[in-house]
């Protein structure tokens, strides 16, 4: 199901600069967290963002044995976040062992694919992985549609592939999102909110584009607008 609003990367270090960044906002919004903000404010702040009625995707990426993931599941259950994941080169078992660890909970699951940063070329040298960056995303993407996952992370360029194979109620969550004449940075696979829209994400995730801005709340209203074609 698609989500009109952007997922906002909230790459911050500290719980006070998040805050103050949440500030320039009004209504509720959906920010993901991730590791640099975790790893420094942990489930706390998960608990108090969720306090202030945002919608929240930790965005752990979860990877190592079933039995270690089923069980860090069974605590982010608790945290109630709309959205967690996990590597999807993890494998089947272990993405089926975060799931059973997710049991009773409304938490979406889903699974990163190939990282957003990661290049045909770098995923063939580096991963020795010899087909297409688009064989390798739609493999992982069936791959944790087996194994009952809620959807996949994937860059904007190989959305509608999976929703091809997977089907269009499989979540395309997609980082990767660069207004026209805004740095790509260290992503390798990136698109515009407007393309993002047109091949079939179902959520898009932006962080520097509006955290980096001059003006954050108009990027994201900006950006918004973009996603929504208006
Ligand atoms: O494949 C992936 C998976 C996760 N991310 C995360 O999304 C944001 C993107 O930030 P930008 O500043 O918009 O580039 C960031 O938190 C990543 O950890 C990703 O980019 N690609």
Not at 129 to 142: G, K, M, N
Not at 190 to 197: I, N
């Amino acid at each position: 199901m698609r989500n009109e609003r952007p997922i906002i990367a909230l790459d911050f270090a500290t719980k006070e600069q998040v805050l103050e960044f949440l500030k320039g906002f009004d209504g509720s919004l959906f920010l993901k967290v991730g590791m640099e903000l975790f790893y420094q404010e942990g489930p706390e702040l998960v608990r108090e963002i969720n306090r202030l009625g945002h919608d929240i995707f930790l965005d752990l990426k979860l990877h190592d044995i079933p039995n270690t993931v089923e069980s860090a599941m069974r605590g982010i259950a608790k945290l109630n976040v709309a959205m967690v994941n996990v590597h999807a080169a993890g494998g089947l078992e272990m993405m089926r062992a975060a799931k059973r660890g997710l049991k009773g909970s409304d938490t979406q699951l889903i699974a990163v694919t190939q990282l957003t940063s990661t290049s045909e070329e770098g995923m063939q040298k580096e991963q020795l992985i010899p087909v297409s960056l688009e064989e390798s995303v739609v493999h992982y993407a069936r791959l944790a549609d087996d194994a009952g996952l809620d959807g996949v992370v994937c860059s904007v360029h190989e959305a509608e592939a999976i929703g091809d194979a997977c089907g269009e109620e499989f979540l395309r969550v997609t980082p990767g999102i660069r207004p026209s004449q805004v740095s790509a940075d260290d992503q390798k696979r990136v698109a515009t909110p407007a393309e993002a829209s047109r091949q079939g994400s179902t959520h898009i995730v932006v962080g520097r584009a509006i955290t980096k801005a001059s003006n954050p709340k108009d990027s994201y209203q900006q950006i918004r607008a973009e996603w929504s074609g208006q």
